[in-house]
């Protein structure tokens, strides 16, 4: 088992990366056979396809800063409230909060199960 001290480090690694745009960096925290569950795409398998999810979101979503607000771990699961605030495409300003579940396998992210209001993820969408 990992500690809850690495686990949380590679939870500010995870949102560094994903406010930079550094899909390269984000990519890299994952297993290549990582398993990706949201309520805009769906299930995603393997790290190409949650490249593609992830430049579609920063396509979508361009000025998305999200934050951790609350993290609870045991070292190998993480579950983590996040907060996003931006504009989407149409530039209509926005905050959204989802819960994000990380399964972690030595030291890397092997899943993500994303839990979000799809009405609210299609708000936010359009």
Do not use: C
């Not at 996040?82 to 819960?99: D, K, L, Q, R, V």
């Not at 396998?105 to 993820?121: A, C, F, M, R, T």
């Amino acid at each position: 088992m990992g500690s809850k001290s690495d686990a949380r480090l590679l939870v500010d690694r995870i949102v560094a990366a994903y406010n930079s745009r550094d899909v390269d960096a984000l990519v890299a925290l994952y297993q290549p056979d990582i398993t990706y569950w949201s309520a805009i795409d769906g299930l995603q398998e393997g790290a190409d396809a949650v490249r593609e999810h992830l430049d579609h979101l920063h396509q979508t979503l361009p000025d998305e800063q999200m934050r951790a607000q609350t993290v609870i771990t045991d070292g190998e699961l993480i579950v983590v409230e996040f907060e996003s605030i931006g504009t989407n495409a149409a530039g209509n300003s926005y905050t959204i909060e989802f819960t994000e579940v990380f399964e972690l396998n030595d030291g890397k992210v092997s899943s993500i199960k994303v839990y979000l209001d799809p009405e609210e993820v299609a708000r936010v969408m359009s």
